[in-house]
């Protein structure tokens, strides 16, 4: 079953979720760092795209098709645009935010580029190796 075959990216989804459909208080932390709420969406959602990244690399050997890198930045970004429906739609104490979107799908390509530079840096070591 891919829920425990991949129980990373599960736990990390379902934090992602509680913590947008949570009450925000009202004096939130670091609210004085400007964009602060757009900085959590990349971390977010760049972390989401890392942990799928390590989740797959554990199964398959550290080898990542083209496939594989596209459906886990879609996964996010996805996930990113269901969270602001959500917020908008189903919440009474969040509301969606076409930039916090922008700012998921920004932090999902980011963590792409982070993991491509760690599977370059590996393969570069193992030839190293060789």
């Known amino acids: 079953m891919i829920v425990k075959e991949y129980i990373w ?3 990390v989804t379902v934090g992602i979720v509680v ?18 709420d757009k900085w ?3 971390v977010m ?20 098709s083209w ?4 459906i886990m930045v879609l996964y996010a970004i996805a996930l990113g645009g269901a ?5 908008a739609y189903l919440t009474t104490c969040r509301s969606g935010d076409w930039i916090d979107f922008e700012a ?13 530079g760690l599977n370059w840096k ?9």
């Open 104 to 116: 998921d799908a920004v932090g999902a390509l980011l963590g792409l580029l982070l993991c491509a």
């Open 67 to 70: 496939a594989a890198r596209i």
């Open 45 to 64: 959602y760049g972390g989401l795209v890392f942990v799928m990244w390590i989740d797959h690399a554990v199964r398959n050997k550290r080898t990542f």
């Open 40 to 42: 959590v969406h990349m």
């Open 9 to 11: 990216t599960t736990l």
């Open 19 to 36: 913590l947008s459909t949570i009450p925000i208080p009202e004096n939130p932390p670091l609210e004085d760092v400007p964009l602060i």
């Open 83 to 87: 969270m602001e429906l959500v917020q």
């Open 122 to 130: 590996w393969k570069e070591k193992i030839s190293a190796r060789s």
